[in-house]
């Protein structure tokens, strides 16, 4: 059965400590490896795609990463306004179906 | 500025009530989908329309949902009859066939 896990649930961190997010996937014909941003009460918000294995990609603090098994969202010197639940996602490779995993909960403290 | 729009964004209903939840996807995208949201299970996939086709519905309640799209700028999920256990956030997403989507922004419905 395809499954997206993140870790961990909830992470707190003061502002400018750097630390990163955890996704590990077990999903059948990988086609892509998404990451969302969600902020309360608002739909998630498209941060990255990856495709293949060694694949990074960066916007402003945050860079994502990619291996076989598992996905990093790297965060470098967080700020308050990086405060969100960050989601990430596989896409199935039978057909155009988002497995998401419950994402980590980021608190960016002053 | 292109984006996925949804109706209502509030809705309080009681039990036993039909609801009615409407998606704008945008335009020129040909896949729309209807997702759950809860503290307790996350983001679950309820419906999934590809050229207006649904082309799966597993994760729906057969028996009191109905997702339909009547034309490719409407896309609509139905509760028949509404029980308390469906307070939740329902998204709507549209995207094309590389996979990406588009969130919108929400309707949170409270069944009493």
């Known amino acids: 059965e395809d499954q997206v896990t993140q870790s961990p649930e909830a992470l707190r961190l003061q502002e400018g400590e750097s630390s990163s997010l955890n996704c590990s996937y077990t999903v059948s014909g990988l086609r892509g490896l998404f990451w969302y941003r969600q902020d309360p009460g608002k739909g998630p918000e498209f941060l990255f795609t990856?495709?293949?294995a060694g694949e990074e990609k960066e916007k402003e603090r945050l860079k994502a990463t990619l291996t076989k098994k598992e996905s990093f969202l790297h965060i470098t010197a967080p700020k308050p306004e990086d405060s969100a639940t960050y989601l990430c996602?596989?896409?199935?490779?039978?057909?155009?179906?988002?497995?998401f995993g419950a994402g980590t909960r980021l608190a960016v403290h002053p | 500025d292109a984006r996925v729009t949804q109706t209502p964004r509030d809705k309080v209903t009681e039990m036993g009530q039909e609801v009615t939840m409407r998606c704008q996807p945008i335009?020129?995208?040909?896949?729309v989908f209807w997702y759950r949201q809860t503290m307790m299970q996350g983001l679950e996939l309820l419906a999934y329309?590809?050229?207006?086709?649904?082309?799966?519905d597993s994760g729906m309640p057969k028996d009191r949902f109905s997702a339909e799209m009547p034309d490719a700028t409407l896309a609509t999920l139905k509760i028949q009859p509404s029980e308390p256990r469906d307070s939740a956030v329902y998204f709507c997403?549209?995207?094309?066939?590389?996979?990406?989507?588009?969130f919108g922004p929400g309707t949170r419905l409270t069944v009493l």
């Open positions: 996602a596989g896409l199935s490779g039978g057909y155009n179906k988002l497995i």
């Open positions: 997403a549209s995207g094309l066939d590389q996979g990406l989507q588009f």
């Open positions: 990856l495709y293949s």
């Open positions: 335009l020129g995208h040909n896949t």
């Open positions: 329309f590809r050229n207006r086709a649904p082309l799966d």
